[in-house]
């Protein structure tokens, strides 16, 4: 008889209470349809990490129960509880276990020798140790060093940029950091600084653990946890190539690498992080277009007066620097000059003009001082042929926009 109740309160833990890890403690209740009798399974703690001790208590409210022998198991390879007092037992948690929610079972031996083994809500939650580690320590890009100042960018060709490369020395994350959660974020800026698009991945790495098998477990595991991370691949755990499908001539490429804080819970460490900058070659010689406002300086025929007109419109050849891919501050042109609109050309009124221009607002760039890149400032030497003139040479000082 006595027998029966305790099979039948083992039998009803599948409507026992629930192991809350939350609490300080988990435990569940098994109740026999005996009052006076009740079985609580219960861990010392809500949360374990590798190397752990768990304490189990069984506690039976009724000290004159003889029914069976009662043996707890944990359900992690390696473990087995060893017993410390009157229904009290203890095991360590193995260092290399994979992180998960293991529950308890109970092997109860009756008085006839007869072995059960009986499921309990009894849970033991096996968490990971999550430590943000230095990016310093093991984050790279590779095969070129960029600069970490956008001024000084570092230059590369179009092939060198799509085999640009963040890598991770996973055996450079110290042990005990747990996985690392990361942000890459790429921008491309054009040369003149406008923004003409940003990617952003996100990925995780961990230090290996020398076993291919748990390292899938574990990539699996990260994966399924957090939601973010689902479209991640198993060869992303060392390289993550950067997505630069379409990079303008001459554009900034930053890459940005940074620990992802909406997982990592604890404090934000803003000086953890790494960025690069690369410049993508372009050609040495452009086309472009400028309007500008310019003002006579000297005219070498003053004599023979023209209505000079307030604008001037120019084809200009840049060339540009190989390395920087600053524009030369002189520039050659040609275009219609001193016209106040362009059917204001007539005797006397405006004409056609080659051009040496030297930007003064270039030469500021170009000892990275920033300064808005489709201005331009300085002086113009003119060939000018005016309508119904004779030709001359203009010293001008012009204001303008380039495109």
């Not at 698009?197 to 699996?220: C, L, P, Q, W």
């Not at 920087?324 to 056609?352: E, K, Q, W, Y």
């Amino acid at each position: 008889m006595l027998k029966s109740k305790f099979f039948k309160c083992i039998l009803l833990c599948a409507v026992g209470m629930l192991g809350v890890h939350a609490q300080s403690k988990t435990s569940v209740l098994l109740q026999s349809t005996d009052e006076d009798e009740g079985i609580v399974v219960s861990v010392d703690k809500p949360i374990y990490f590798p190397g752990d001790t768990v304490i189990l208590v069984i506690q039976r409210n009724d000290n004159t129960a003889t029914a069976g022998v009662i043996t707890p198991m944990l359900l992690i390879e390696g473990t087995s509880f060893k017993s410390i007092g009157r229904l009290r037992y203890s095991t360590v948690i193995p260092i290399d276990v994979i992180p998960g929610l293991y529950p308890i079972r109970l092997r109860v031996t009756d008085s006839e020798g007869r072995r059960f083994r009986y499921e309990t809500e009894c849970i033991v939650t096996v968490e990971e140790h999550q430590d943000v580690e230095q990016l310093s320590r093991y984050v790279s890009i590779i095969p070129v060093v960029g600069s970490n100042d956008i001024r000084t960018a570092v230059t590369i060709d179009r092939e060198q940029a799509r085999n640009l490369d963040v890598r991770f020395q996973r055996d450079s994350i110290r042990d005990g950091m747990g996985p690392q959660f990361l942000r890459i974020t790429t921008t491309v800026l054009l040369r003149d600084g406008i923004a003409a698009s940003s990617y952003e991945r996100r990925v995780v790495t961990y230090r290996s653990h020398g076993n291919s098998y748990k390292d899938r477990a574990m990539f699996i595991q990260y994966r399924t946890a957090y939601g973010a991370y689902a479209n991640i691949r198993p060869e992303e755990l060392g390289h993550v190539l950067v997505p630069v499908d379409s990079l303008p001539d001459w554009a900034i490429l930053g890459i940005h690498v940074e620990p992802d804080y909406t997982i990592k819970i604890g404090e934000v460490d803003r000086a953890n992080n790494m960025t690069q900058y690369f410049r993508v070659k372009g050609p040495t010689m452009e086309l472009g277009f400028s309007l500008g406002i310019p003002k006579v300086l000297y005219d070498t025929r003053a004599n023979d007066t023209i209505q000079y007109g307030n604008y001037s419109a120019m084809i200009r050849v840049y060339f540009i620097d190989s390395k920087t891919g600053n524009r030369f501050p002189v520039s050659a042109g040609i275009g219609i000059f001193g016209l106040n609109s362009p059917i204001d050309v007539g005797t006397g009124r405006g004409g056609f003009a080659l051009s040496m221009f030297l930007d003064l607002a270039e030469m500021v760039r170009i000892v990275n001082v920033g300064f808005t890149k489709k201005i331009n400032i300085g002086l113009e030497l003119d060939p000018f042929l005016p309508i119904g003139r004779e030709g001359r040479l203009l010293l001008v000082a012009q204001v303008g926009v380039s495109f």
